[in-house]
């Protein structure tokens, strides 16, 4: 089994325990669409070496550098932070992680800590723009194909390194994040999503040329979990457990007719050129994750031809208030095609759980006995419907309450111990309650 988010219910059983015993992200103004520091609060700890891979090409070894960014302990008042990994772009060819210093920036002002890294580029191509790719390299896609799988063991070595030295940047090791742009934001989903299995269907000869995908550079054996993928005008394989039961919430960024990353399904860098592999863009994954029932959004540039153009600044505001909804337990899928639409989540804060219930409340909601609930209307005479959620906003059951109706009951004996929320809706009224199922 994959040492990732898989989609099975022993990862759900994971997911849950380890919200269970989390510290509480969900705080007002924090993580949210402004920045909460400034950038004076910011350290940055730069050219740290995480991965020492063997270059497949060049059969040269190559030191892989990381900078981080993260808020100065002396005027945080978090003890641990969550983090956020990102990968810069440029076809698997070209680019540095310094592309991303700006993001990892305001990330870290929005509370998180962030890295930003490199990974082995090149795969026999010498190309240097979109139009030399296709008239020079078309030959050597297989190479295309290894550079995408090697660029995703460096992103796991990355992966590992923080997990292990997590204490160093006050990091919490249960809530990592992944994200990039183009070739980085394909490395990112690769990252989060692939399993040996589909990385060698992907690559018949990657084992082979590189090595398995988790024991590439470095010696960390450290397993972790990824809560979520922040994907700008990124694709995956067709191979990949995300387009079968991906379970993984991603917040998605694609211009509508990009041909150098298909939006939808198509194949990679095929503007002007024979295409080469093919791949699920954020359209298709946003489709796929929103059938599972997994809480994602995708942020479209309509009509657009262009290659990675949502604004950086809007985007960080939007994947920063994402991630916040997953952090507070009120993640909603949701499309866009209007790039300017403001976005607010400053005001988000914790959820009460089933003991901390208020007059106001239009429902209560009692424990019967360990495991049953009785659910009753307070001050209310209109039906309501309600839906009871996972933490990935995945419905587990439906109830409601019917205008001539004061209370029901249900059970929670059947579900994997950890965190549900029950959200009850109205014509104008909205209310959640988290049950902690031991």
Not at 69 to 74: G, I
Not at 339 to 364: E, R
Request: glycine share 6%.
């Amino acid at each position: 089994m994959s040492k990732h988010l898989r989609s099975i219910p022993g990862f759900v059983f994971i997911l849950l325990t380890y919200f269970c015993h989390g510290q509480n992200y969900c705080l007002s103004d924090r993580f949210s669409e402004t920045a909460f520091f400034d950038s004076s609060e910011i350290h940055v700890d730069s050219n740290i070496t995480f991965s020492s891979p063997m270059h497949v090409f060049s059969q040269t070894p190559v030191n892989l550098n990381m900078d981080v960014y993260y808020p100065d302990m002396s005027t945080d008042s978090l003890a641990l932070r969550p983090f956020i990994l990102l990968i810069h772009g440029g076809a698997f060819l070209a680019g540095s992680r310094k592309e991303l210093s700006y993001d990892c920036m305001e990330y870290a002002r929005r509370g998180f800590v962030a890295a930003t890294i490199d990974y082995r580029l090149g795969w026999n191509c010498q190309a240097t723009d979109i139009l030399s790719i296709c008239l020079f390299c078309q030959a050597y896609n297989p190479d295309l194909q290894t550079a995408t799988y090697c660029a995703a063991q460096d992103a796991r070595a990355a992966l590992r390194y923080i997990h292990a030295n997590a204490s160093s940047y006050h990091i919490d090791p249960d809530y990592l994040f992944t994200g990039g742009e183009s070739a980085g934001a394909i490395t990112a989903l690769h990252a989060t999503f692939w399993d040996q299995t589909e990385a060698n269907t992907f690559d018949p000869s990657a084992i082979s040329r590189a090595g398995l995908l988790d024991t590439a550079g470095n010696s960390f054996t450290d397993t972790y979990q990824i809560r979520a993928v922040i994907n700008s005008c990124g694709a995956v394989s067709k191979d990949s457990i995300l387009l079968n039961n991906g379970i993984i919430p991603v917040i998605n960024f694609h211009d509508e007719f990009d041909c150098v990353v298909p939006a939808q399904y198509g194949q990679v860098i095929s503007c002007v050129c024979q295409p080469f592999y093919w791949a699920a863009g954020s359209g298709a994954i946003y489709s796929r994750l929103n059938a599972n029932g997994v809480c994602s959004q995708y942020h479209q540039v309509p009509l657009s031809t262009n290659h990675c153009s949502f604004p950086k600044n809007q985007l960080i505001a939007k994947a920063s208030c994402f991630l916040k909804t997953l952090l507070c337990q009120n993640c909603q899928s949701s499309f866009s095609n209007q790039p300017g639409q403001p976005v607010s989540c400053s005001t988000l804060s914790g959820i009460p759980d089933v003991h901390q219930q208020v007059a106001d409340d239009f429902f209560i909601l009692n424990e019967i006995s360990t495991n049953h609930y009785q659910l009753k209307r307070n001050q209310y005479t209109g039906p309501v419907e309600f839906r009871l959620t996972d933490l990935s906003g995945k419905r587990m059951s439906t109830l409601s309450l019917k205008a001539e109706q004061d209370e029901t009951e249900f059970s929670v004996e059947s579900f994997a111990s950890g965190i549900y929320f029950l959200f009850g809706e109205s014509k104008n009224r909205q209310q959640r309650i988290k049950i902690i199922k031991p």
